[in-house]
């Protein structure tokens, strides 16, 4: 089993920076993809970004160029910068990781329990 615990979240303006952290525990030499979904009220949960071991990064379109994923396998921790914040990106920010590669998955393997950011107009 694999414990994932998110923090970093909370209220920013329009514009405005966040970084996200997500430290991993337990047996994580099973893990390679590690990244983020994000879940709107009375929305469904979308992919945000994803890294793998080796650092490959995969980003939802809607995001890319404003976040950043990183990822410090020394502290089984991965990070998510994200700049130019709208409030369009307001959600709760879950942790996901998975064996495999990728985390555009319709089962993934592990979740956190996420954390809320919120951006103000």
């Known amino acids: 089993q694999v414990q994932l615990v998110e923090s970093g979240g909370g209220l920013v303006q329009t514009g405005g920076s966040l970084r996200l952290s997500c430290a991993a525990s337990?047996?994580?030499?099973?893990?390679?993809?590690m990244g983020w979904y994000r879940q709107a009220p009375g929305a469904q949960r979308e992919y945000v970004a994803a890294?793998?071991?080796?650092?490959?990064?995969n980003y939802a379109d809607s995001v890319k160029g404003r976040f950043t994923i990183s990822r410090d396998n020394s502290k089984n921790t991965v990070y998510l910068q994200m700049n130019s914040l709208k409030p369009e990106d307001t959600a709760r920010y879950y942790c996901?990781?998975?064996?495999?590669?990728?985390?555009?998955?319709?089962?993934?393997?592990?979740w956190g329990q996420g954390t809320q950011v919120t951006v103000s107009s």
């Open positions: 996901a990781a998975d064996a495999s590669a990728t985390l555009r998955r319709r089962v993934v393997d592990y």
């Open positions: 890294i793998t071991r080796v650092s490959s990064t």
């Open positions: 337990g047996s994580i030499f099973s893990i390679n993809a």
